[in-house]
């Protein structure tokens, strides 16, 4: 595991912030990574958002671009 990762300064937003970020980044500058279960990003997700369900994170952060944005939730 990357455990550094762990101590990288993070910025929470509400929704309405998050909403901002999507809206202003073209469509390949920010991963939208939902960490739900299958079943609720089943039932309803964001639009281009990435499925790594919370206890698979670890094990897959190979998955993501940590050179860019990534709006988590």
Known sequence: MRWRQF??????VDAAAGKQLIDAAASDGITI???RQ?????????PG???IPLP?????????????PILVY
């Open 7 to 12: 101590f990288t300064p993070v910025s929470s």
């Open 33 to 35: 990574l939902d960490v």
């Open 38 to 46: 299958p079943s609720e990003y089943k039932a309803g997700h964001l």
């Open 49 to 51: 958002a990435r499925l």
């Open 56 to 68: 698979e994170l670890s094990d897959r952060l190979d998955e993501l671009d940590s050179a860019s």
